[in-house]
């Protein structure tokens, strides 16, 4: 083996062009495989950095008559859990928040968590510096201590060792610095700062209603299996329904899922990483086929070689041996520049790639991934080397040792064209798939949201207990602030909002007086937003009837509904007088006017109901200022920022323009088809260097042909044509098979695609035609060399 690999590595330093191109094409095959094998294994294979990570799950509770499915628990609702189940070896609660920091730099909103004190040693958290929460520290009185990420420790208090035992002020409360960490949990968002989810004796009633919105995460014990702890909460689900019969029904549809962690993290990441994993597969495919049609090239020259050996005695899996050796060098040295290539996109994609794309798990080479690309070389090399191995290893004495020998046998010529036709059929594919993701993308990103996203500015208050405690209060500092901010120049209106729009709500069910719903329809969620007036206007939300909210309404309650609440709820009388009960707003609203339908999270979903409402004191601690300005969103920033610290000047803000909102919701789709439209490219290269590539074989196997149809007066087009129909021949098999692939395999991507068919015609009509013209620009160069054979060169030569 070792004389083996010497020879190997003489062949190969004896032709470095051969060498470069094949090695150069494995490592981009291999590099896109590992690096999106790299994302695959954070997200799916091994995404959590848990200790036993398949044994952590995620209760989630449906209510399928309120069309509601995976929302979170109540406080009460997990205390009663905690306490009735016996599958679970540890359980912890995650409440996320915002909380405004000061003291120790300049102010600032932050996202947070409160968790229970179970919580990190059940994930395995270790702190980096200072110590974790304690069960007394869930305990009121004893829960104002924080930890605090390494990111803001560095950023911060500049990786002061000394942290521990610092005071800092959150929302305007000292609290005590007890530790560092690292995010872990990060299913909302990648938090900054944690501290004691603490209940009051009255935010536990067993049987109570309260805000669902608790996390619940646990640890199955050893021997409990997924199966039987499901079964276990569909046992406490029951129970639920029993023991409280005003709060849950039969009818209601309650019940409580299990889910691995992992899983409930990838989300929707799962499909588009294997549509992305098929893609670099057949990328990989096809830069096989490439370096096997180098490899059957390269075994012309090497014919009389292989003749001395079988004369010298050698058997055939002797010389196959050497070739597969040989192939094996190849696709280790591929393997290892694919590796290098991977690393630096991953670095590429830490630095410069869209934010919060895979959530708590970050694709790096880990020695899993190393494993993967060793293999994907070993099978890389016996792919594209087994076929010209053992085509090369058939000898024929006589013919082969003749000096003159020359041509390409037909069986050989066949395989070549074969492997062609495999890479035209590979990227048409490949090519129809990105096509059918971009149009898909043009037409999502151009979907109306039903609001204005240009020169929309969204300035976010944390209006903190300490000191905005009474409602009035925080209604007089909203209404301070607008004033100022409407008297800044450039600003066309502003208005407020409790939630920012497209990226959060709360919702409820309601009640329409005079109108009881029909029992047999499941009841609706309805979002409910606290708006000021102007609020429409700023927003561009058309109002389609009816009139807007104005100051007086805040002495009483009024409301706005938008399209969708009028097609469920309004069907058979008119909204404009009616009286609404909100939950989220305590009261019952009078509807004023009916706006158009919005958007919400999600742009290929469907607008929900929603419904604007104005007159009942703020409540939210968390208030966002919209601003329409003239030209750029952001010209205004610096004067909100004056504005606000004029009227508090402990009070931070978080800018953020709507068109942003809307860019982040895209992101993980922009980046899936940016990565398909390179490696869809890439095949479309690698399937045009094949082509070309056989049909120069061809041309200089030929020559002796080509020289006599010259000299016997052949014309120039003649010659093309010769060439050009040699070729059609693989790339006419490849494209019938690639569409007819395509029609099969588009149909995995469907759930990708909005408002595009699987079979759109435009898409199937303009890249084949498109590969066709790839093609022809691959056989211009052998059939113009063709054309321009000169008759007594080739024949002298011959």
């Not at 097609?567 to 019952?588: E, I, R």
């Not at 606000?644 to 942003?660: E, G, I, Q, R, Y």
Request: some cysteine; aromatic content about 8%; charged content about 20%.
């Amino acid at each position: 083996m070792l004389f083996d690999l010497r020879y190997a590595v003489r062949q190969l330093l004896k032709n470095p062009g051969f060498f470069v191109v094949a090695v150069l094409t494995l490592s981009l095959a291999i590099g896109a495989n590992t690096a999106i094998f790299s994302a695959a294994d954070a997200v799916l294979l091994h995404p959590l950095a848990y200790p036993d990570p398949d044994r952590v799950v995620i209760l989630s509770e449906n209510m399928t008559h309120y069309a509601l499915r995976k929302i979170a628990e109540s406080a009460p609702e997990f205390e009663d859990i905690r306490r009735w189940s016996t599958s679970f070896s540890q359980m912890g609660a995650v409440l996320a928040q915002n909380i405004a920091i000061s003291g120790d730099g300049e102010a600032a909103n932050l996202f947070a968590e409160r968790v229970t004190a179970s919580s990190f040693p059940m994930l395995g958290v270790k702190p980096i510096v200072g110590s974790l929460f304690s069960e007394d520290n869930e305990r009121p009185g004893n829960d104002h201590v924080v930890l605090i990420s390494r990111a803001l420790w560095m950023k911060r208090f500049g990786g002061d060792r000394s942290v521990a035992g610092r005071k800092v002020q959150l929302n305007r409360e000292t609290y005590q610095v007890l530790g560092v960490i690292d995010p872990i949990y990060e299913q909302r968002g990648t938090s900054d700062l944690w501290t004691p989810l603490s209940f009051r004796p009255q935010d536990i009633v067993p049987g109570s209603s309260a805000p669902h919105n608790i996390d619940v995460i646990a640890r199955l014990k050893h021997g409990v299996t997924m199966e039987q702890a499901r079964d276990e909460m569909r046992r406490v689900a029951h129970r639920f329904i029993e023991q409280y019969r005003d709060n849950y029904q039969d009818s209601m549809g309650f019940s409580i899922d299990v889910d691995r962690l992992a899983e409930n993290q990838a989300g929707n990441l799962k499909t588009p990483l294997l549509v992305l994993i098929s893609a670099v597969g057949a990328l990989m495919l096809i830069a096989c086929a490439n370096v096997s049609n180098l490899l059957l090239a390269r075994a012309m020259l090497r014919r009389k070689e292989m003749s001395i050996r079988a004369a010298l005695g050698a058997a055939r899996s002797r010389v196959i041996r050497q070739l597969l050796t040989e192939s094996l060098l190849l696709a280790l040295l591929g393997g290892s520049l694919g590796v290098l290539l991977a690393f630096f996109a991953l670095r590429l994609y830490t630095q410069v790639g869209p934010q919060f794309l895979i959530r708590g798990a970050q694709p790096a080479i880990s020695a899993w991934v190393l494993g993967f690309s060793l293999a994907i070389s070993i099978a890389a090399s016996v792919l594209f080397g087994i076929a010209p191995a053992i085509d090369t290893s058939r000898t024929n004495l006589a013919e082969n040792l003749k000096e003159g020998a020359r041509g390409s046998s037909g069986g050989r010529r066949a395989l070549r064209e074969s492997m062609v036709a495999v890479e035209v059929a590979v990227s048409l594919i490949l090519l129809i798939g990105a096509g059918l993701l971009i149009r898909s993308f043009v037409r999502l990103a151009n979907t109306n949201p039903g609001f204005r996203t240009d020169s929309i500015m969204t300035a976010q208050v944390v209006l903190p207990i300490n000191g905005y405690g009474d409602p009035a209060r925080r209604s007089q500092f909203i209404h301070a602030l607008l004033d100022r901010i409407r008297a800044i120049p450039g600003v066309r209106s502003a208005a407020s909002v409790d939630f920012i729009p497209y990226n959060g709500g709360a919702g409820s069910s309601i009640a329409i007086h005079d109108h009881p719903p029909d029992p047999n329809t499941p009841t609706q969620v309805v979002y409910q937003s606290r708006v000021s007036p102007g609020y429409l206007r700023t927003m561009g939300v058309p109002l389609l009837r009816g009139r807007d909210f104005v100051a007086n309404d805040e002495l009483g309650c009024y409301a706005i509904v938008d399209e969708t609440v009028v097609k469920k709820f309004y069907a058979k009388f008119d909204a404009l007088g009616s009286l609404v009960n909100l939950p989220l707003a305590s009261t019952d609203c009078t509807v004023i006017g009916v706006a158009g339908a919005t958007k919400s999270f999600n742009l290929a979903a469907g607008p929900p109901a929603r419904i604007y409402y104005f007159g009942k004191p703020v409540t939210s601690p968390v208030v966002t200022m919209i601003v329409q300005t003239v030209g750029d969103p952001t010209m205004a920033n610096s004067a909100i920022r004056r504005d606000t610290a004029a009227l508090d000047p402990n009070l931070p803000v978080t800018f953020k323009t709507m068109a942003s909102f809307i860019d982040t919701s895209l992101a993980r789709e922009r980046f899936s088809i940016q990565l398909m439209g390179v490696f869809s490219a890439l095949a479309a290269i690698l399937a045009a260097i094949g082509i070309y590539g056989v049909l120069a074989y061809l041309v200089d196997q030929r020559r002796r042909e080509l020289g006599i149809r010259k000299a016997l007066g052949a014309r120039e087009g003649d010659m093309i044509g010769l060439v050009v129909r040699q070729g059609s021949i693989p790339v006419g098999a490849g494209l019938i098979v690639g569409l007819a692939g395509a029609f099969a395999l588009t149909r995995l991507i469907k759930s990708l695609l909005y408002e595009v068919s699987t079979t759109d015609p435009l898409i199937f009509a303009a890249l084949p035609i498109g590969l066709v013209v790839v093609a022809l620009i691959a056989m211009a160069v052998p059939a113009s060399r063709a054309a321009h054979v000169d008759p007594l060169v080739s024949l002298r030569d011959e």
